[in-house]
């Protein structure tokens, strides 16, 4: 049986309902969605959602042969969120109250199978994530707005995964107490804060260092680079631990990296804090992260940038996609049928 015929043995009526949206009804929730949304979880939210992208899963589900369409773009890593259920969105404050969330939107899925619920079936994508969000809220005494991001995130996930695979994770958070028990002001001032550069920072001359976090659950993930370096060339000189072990595609230091040219896309990462102290988009950069898939943006200073472009003018923290490939052009190959428009960049025009 194919991928797409199991899920479709596996639909029930709020997974269907949830797969009649499509990627610009997503597109437009989570923009409606985001004056809902702490400032703590704004851009982690819309980074996640650029991480796990429908329009990905939804190519991958139709095709005939899926492993091959991921070898033809490239795809590597972890793409698939099934083995990411509970993890995926370690980097979202609201990661915190993921098992809260996860019980109430199965209870929520659970109500669409009752008839006297029926209200509920024309409520919209929003009403549906807000009143999931504020119920959760309501009994445990939660700031609301610390858990629309995550809900948002908890209903693609169980689109993409199907309720029994949801329903059968754990529901564990993926933090240290240590972590768990930071409030959003302390990590939002931690964001916000570049290093000091001494008693004559201020000057032209001194050679400015800033610190790169890649990991804010993890005191030991960050590096140093020099001022106006690009964040892959900083990672490059870290080597506190095998990357390599920890992941094929880290050849070296924490980031992925391939060229250094803006060519593979590998180096690809969401940034939460610190996107107005990193340089401006360049041309091949904009155009390149288009093509990769990643994000359809002109924003001078966007949350996704390849990190081999992307120089850094004061401290960041950022977060490492678990996987890397080439979409974009099939997807638009895709939405213009007259053009082949091949992973490799040959284009031919019938």
Not at 136 to 149: C, Q
Not at 191 to 203: C, N
Not at 205 to 216: I, N, P
């Amino acid at each position: 049986m194919s991928t797409s015929a199991t899920t479709a043995a596996t639909e029930t009526p709020f997974t269907t309902f949830l797969s009649q949206c499509d990627e610009a009804a997503w597109k437009t929730a989570v923009n409606k969605l985001s004056p809902s949304i702490h400032q703590v979880d704004k851009s982690a939210t819309r980074i996640w959602f650029s991480f796990y992208p429908l329009s990905l899963f939804k190519a991958l589900i139709e095709s005939e042969d899926p492993d091959n369409l991921a070898r033809e773009l490239l795809l590597q890593g972890e793409y698939r969120l099934t083995s990411q259920i509970d993890s995926s969105h370690h980097f979202l404050y609201g990661h915190r109250y993921w098992p809260q969330i996860k019980s109430a939107v199965e209870r929520h899925a659970a109500e669409w199978n009752n008839p006297s619920q029926s209200e509920d079936h024309a409520a919209s994508l929003v009403d549906q994530i807000l009143a999931v969000a504020r119920s959760v809220a309501a009994s445990t005494k939660i700031d609301p707005s610390l858990l629309v991001g995550i809900t948002a995130v908890a209903f693609m996930t169980l689109l993409q995964v199907g309720l029994v695979a949801f329903k059968q994770a754990s529901g564990q958070i993926q933090l240290d107490k240590k972590y768990a028990k930071r409030s959003p002001d302390q990590i939002l001032k931690e964001r916000a804060k570049d290093d000091s550069q001494g008693l004559f920072g201020f000057l032209k001359t001194v050679d400015k260092k800033w610190t790169v976090v890649f990991d804010e659950n993890d005191d030991s993930a960050r590096y140093k680079l020099n001022h106006s370096q690009d964040l892959a060339g900083g990672a490059a000189d870290d080597r506190t631990r095998d990357w390599a072990k920890l992941d094929p595609r880290r050849i070296e230091g924490p980031i992925p990296v391939e060229c250094r040219s803006a060519s593979c896309g590998t180096c690809w990462v969401g940034v939460l804090g610190g996107a107005e102290k990193l340089a401006e988009v360049a041309t091949r950069e904009s155009k390149k992260i288009k093509e990769f898939g990643y994000i359809e943006t002109d924003e001078p200073k966007p949350v996704i940038r390849l990190a081999c472009q992307a120089q850094a003018e004061g401290a960041v923290s950022i977060v490492i996609p678990p996987w890397n490939g080439v979409f974009g052009r099939y997807m638009k190959a895709k939405q213009q049928p007259n053009v082949a428009d091949l992973p490799t960049g040959e284009e031919t025009v019938n």
